[in-house]
């Protein structure tokens, strides 16, 4: 594999960290929903937990036709109707439009998921270039965070003028996006093994059962940051200082770029294990500080969260393919399964956040939502640990 191709490869995750999807309406996605859709709180919780659990149903079958098709013009297929998903919530202000779009929105990113990171993934691991992927994977999350504070300023100017130029100016950075992965992105049509000698195992128990922890474990990570994230803007409508919301973001997002850069700096000194472990610890502790009653003290775990939400998604994405056996023909069909596991979990939380919101306070909430998702996440370290250690799992690093 030529230079080239690496160094191609390296700037479409560059140019995908800055061009990425929903980056402009994220940031303000809740306003969104309530003020332009016409949706409740209720209403946007209860659509958000539909969205992962459709999410969840379409994963599997998803990552499969990737793989048996061919995974980029798979990726390309999904990036189009992608695009038609959000015209849709622009000319359907309503619940039922918000529906028919979450509906389009879960089958194709379901469709579009894991394609690009599987095959660059393949195409570094053959080259032994991993632990260089590693520091792009962070380098370009830096990138990403920067960069979405810009978008996010622009979001939440635009926003009061127009509702709809937000989700216009996400229409076109798909669209970029799509053209991206068009010329950049190489299709290992063949799927040919990593090691040649070595006769691809295909898609079985054994293997499913070998990935499961870990995908578990990676799966929470993004529970605890996109459910607690959906409860950052009802936080400062509780305590009355939504006005600050906008600098406020941009701050958690300079922490997150700033941790982001710093891990790419000494990612290779900490072993996986330990920097599963203490993602795990500070992911938990500052969910769980959210639920108390005093605006600064949440603040500041909201602070620690996106220290390591600046971390987590490259340790993720690293670490979940290296449980994969590098000899399968069905990575995507892998990762699609990390991703129905993810959407299962997310759609559970975030449809008890709209039933319990019924019954008890935001506060309380989110104190029964973060105990519940820290004994999960630490029971199933300790089970990942145990059947690690007894070499009843195999990390192919």
Same mark, same amino acid.
């Given at each position: ?16 960290? *800055? ?5 402009? *309406? ?44 061919? /995974? ?153 940051? /996109? ?19 906008? *600098? ?82 069905? /990575? ?48 199933? *370290? ?16």
């Amino acid at each position: 594999m030529s230079d080239k191709i690496i160094k191609n490869h390296k700037l479409l995750i560059y140019l995908s960290s *800055i061009f990425s999807f929903q980056v402009f *309406i994220g940031p303000i996605i809740v306003f969104f929903y309530t003020k332009y859709m016409g949706l409740s709180f209720s209403q946007y919780f209860f659509l958000d937990g539909l969205i992962f659990v459709l999410l969840a149903l379409f994963e599997i079958p998803s990552g499969y036709i990737a793989d048996k098709f061919g /995974r980029k013009k798979v990726l390309l297929i999904s990036q189009f109707f992608l695009v038609i998903s959000m015209i849709i919530l622009i000319v359907m202000p309503s619940f039922t439009g918000a529906l028919i779009s979450g509906f389009m929105l879960s089958l194709f990113s379901a469709l579009s998921s894991g394609n690009s990171s599987a095959l660059i993934f393949e195409l570094f691991s053959k080259n032994n270039c991993i632990n260089e992927l590693e520091k792009t994977y962070a380098k370009s999350y830096s990138i990403s965070i920067i960069s979405s504070i810009i978008f996010a300023t622009i979001s939440s100017i635009t926003f009061q003028y127009n509702m709809t130029i937000p989700i216009i100016l996400d229409i076109l950075f798909l669209l970029i996006s799509l053209i991206l992965n068009l010329f950049l992105l190489k299709d290992d049509l063949d799927y040919n093994p990593v090691h040649k000698n070595v006769k691809s195992i295909g898609f079985d128990k054994a293997e499913l059962l070998n990935v499961t922890p870990i995908f578990i474990i990676t799966a929470l990570w993004f529970v605890i940051t /996109r459910v607690s994230f959906s409860y950052y803007q009802p936080i400062f409508e509780t305590f009355n200082i939504e006005k600050y919301y906008g *600098i406020t973001f941009a701050l958690f997002t300079v922490f997150c770029s700033l941790s982001s850069y710093i891990y790419s700096k000494i990612a290779n000194k900490f072993s996986y294990k330990s920097t599963m472990i203490l993602i795990s610890i500070l992911l938990a502790l500052s969910f769980i500080g959210m639920s108390f009653n005093n605006i600064f003290f949440i603040i500041t775990m909201i602070f620690l969260q996106q220290i390591m939400r600046g971390i987590y998604p490259t340790v993720s994405n690293i670490i979940k393919n290296l449980y994969i056996n590098p000899t399968t023909k069905f /990575r995507v069909t892998y990762l699609s399964y990390a991703s129905f596991i993810s959407s299962i979990f997310s759609g559970l939380m975030l449809g008890f956040s709209s039933l319990s919101l019924r019954y008890y306070s935001l506060l309380s909430t989110i104190q029964i939502l973060s105990i519940l998702l820290a004994i999960l996440l630490f029971a199933t *370290i300790i089970l990942h640990n145990i059947l690690l250690k007894k070499e009843f799992l195999i990390f192919y690093k």
